[in-house]
């Protein structure tokens, strides 16, 4: 199996930044595409952003322009620069990392609190 070690959440003002991090260990040869998926109070979960092995990203219209993923050069690790921070932005933070036999994310790490808050 896989496991996802997620780091990097806390207690940011409006307009600070933040960045995640994840590192996957176990199976990693089942990994193919990672990302962040968040989810808070009263909101659907949603994919914030992803990235392939090959380095193509997207993002949700949400974050566009403010964050940026990014993968370590051993394609286990990924990072989440998150810049210009709105109290919108408040959630749980989730690493995903996508199963390449079933082609979905089915790995997930525990879950980092991001709050956005003066």
């Known amino acids: 199996q896989v496991q996802l070690v997620e780091s990097g959440g806390g207690l940011v003002q409006p307009g600070g930044s933040l960045r995640l991090s994840c590192a996957a260990s176990g199976s990693i040869i089942s990994i193919n595409a990672m990302g962040w998926y968040r989810q808070a109070p009263g909101k659907e979960r949603e994919l914030v952003a992803s990235?392939?092995?090959?380095?193509?990203?997207d993002y949700t219209d949400s974050v566009k322009g403010r964050f940026t993923i990014s993968r370590g050069n051993a394609k286990n690790t990924v990072y989440l620069q998150m810049n210009s921070l709105k109290p919108e932005d408040t959630a749980v933070y989730y690493c995903?990392?996508?199963?390449?036999?079933?082609?979905?994310?089915?790995?997930w790490g525990q879950g980092t609190q991001v709050t956005v808050s003066s």
């Open positions: 990235i392939t092995l090959g380095g193509s990203t």
């Open positions: 995903v990392a996508e199963n390449t036999i079933v082609r979905r994310f089915q790995f």
